[in-house]
């Protein structure tokens, strides 16, 4: 068997002070600016402007080729910054590296109109974001004591109800052109890294090595009898992620067909507002209280099951003001799960070698396509029973509550 070098890691004891954490933030709002735009509004805009006739066809391709390559490229990603060595930085010179590639590109598709070269350049955006994601992910593991890994994940988590909220008026309120918001968004994105990547040292890894096994052995995920709380935490993560995307995705369509509101998209937008305010808070609030008391699984469990009662509320009480109230809960839950899932998934990882190529799976994992199959899946059986589309998201955020409780490792 080949063999690599891998740098031997040491738990960080060292706190980080209240200025890391806030630009630790802003690099992330610059990932979920380039993450999250894209597959709310920004695609189906540039395929609309390239072919209306076949912009469900092309935003469906668009989406696809994302999606699949980050799920591709996260493992060689993590397996490559694991071993790499470097004083500046080994997760900074791939942080850095992949924000340079993905905003240069991001900028680039909003001037292209061939399908073709869109894909290609959507491929390097993917592939930057990837990098992005193994490297800051692996920054927690590296820099962040135990007890403040949950103020650091939500650093992680308002940093993408931001990107969210902010980057979605700016590209459909402020900036009407196609072009001009892929510029805007892939220039902000590099602009607020920068602080963090340039401006903070990262701790240089130790230069004692040791001897492991080579790409094949590295590349591949732990072994399950290896890592059961691990794994765990992933299907955690996989889970509550799909239900709450299968309750927001069709929201639209349940103020239209079920609540008959006059004005959907008016609604949609009071609901989101709403959700997006609470998320906000409970995302810092669990955060913090998951570092005094040091304990994830709770609030990863209470988060969850707000979250299963926001969509159980839609089945059984199909109201205004009943579908406010689940916004709240929604908000509030998906909030706290946010945050304090990223530090329990943290402190469950198998080996500390592994850490961007660990984080960076269960991170990769998120974004399989479970939440479309299972809409697509209900409301094509049921003959579009709304009722039955929530209750499925219940029960899909119900198993992944299950699987947080199997979790050993971590109280």
Not at 93 to 101: D, E, M, Q, R, T
Not at 137 to 164: C, N, T
Not at 268 to 296: E, H, K, N, P, W
Request: proline share 5%.
């Amino acid at each position: 068997m080949s063999t690599a070098r891998c740098t031997e890691v040491v738990e960080p004891t060292t706190p980080v002070d209240t200025r890391w954490l806030w630009l630790f933030g802003l690099a992330w709002l610059g990932f979920w600016l380039l993450v999250m735009l894209p597959g709310q509004i920004m695609l189906a805009q540039l395929a609309k402007s390239i072919h209306p006739g076949r912009k469900v066809e092309l935003v469906s391709l668009f989406q696809a080729v994302m999606l699949l390559t980050v799920v591709l490229v996260v493992p060689l990603v993590g397996y490559l910054c694991d071993r790499t060595v470097l004083a500046w930085g080994r997760r900074r010179v791939w942080a850095v590296g992949g924000f340079a590639l993905a905003s240069v590109t991001f900028v680039l598709v909003g001037f292209t109109e061939r399908v073709p070269l869109v894909c290609l350049l959507l491929v390097l955006v993917a592939v930057g974001e990837a990098c992005v994601l193994v490297a800051l992910s692996a920054m927690i593991a590296d820099q962040v004591p135990v007890a403040q890994r949950g103020r650091a994940s939500a650093a992680f988590g308002v940093s993408q109800v931001l990107a969210l909220a902010g980057g979605m008026v700016v590209v459909t309120s402020v900036i009407t052109d196609v072009t001009t918001g892929w510029l805007v968004i892939g220039v902000a994105a590099l602009v607020v890294c920068l602080p963090f990547l340039l401006g903070r040292r990262e701790p240089a890894p130790s230069p004692t090595a040791r001897v492991r096994g080579g790409l094949r052995h590295n590349i591949a995920p732990p072994r399950l009898a290896e890592a059961r709380d691990y794994y765990w935490a992933m299907a955690t993560r996989v889970l509550i992620n799909a239900g709450n995307l299968v309750g927001t995705t069709y929201l639209l369509y349940y103020a239209d067909d079920v609540l008959r509101r006059s004005n959907p998209d008016a609604a949609v937008l009071a609901l989101t507002l709403v959700y997006l305010i609470f998320c906000v808070f409970a995302t810092y609030a669990a955060g913090v209280v998951s570092d005094r008391l040091l304990r994830r699984r709770p609030l990863v469990v209470a988060g969850g099951m707000l979250q299963v009662l926001a969509a159980l509320l839609l089945v059984v009480s199909p109201t205004w003001g009943a579908t406010m109230i689940a916004a709240c809960l929604l908000g509030i839950g998906y909030g706290a799960f946010l945050s304090v899932d990223q530090a329990l998934t943290t402190d469950v990882l198998p080996q500390p070698e592994t850490r961007a190529r660990d984080l960076g799976l269960v991170n990769a994992a998120q974004h399989l396509p479970i939440a479309p199959l299972v809409g697509f899946t209900v409301l094509a059986v049921t003959g579009e029973s709304y009722r039955a589309l929530y209750a499925a998201a219940a029960a899909v955020m119900v198993m992944g509550v299950w699987s947080v409780t199997r979790i050993r490792g971590v109280r």
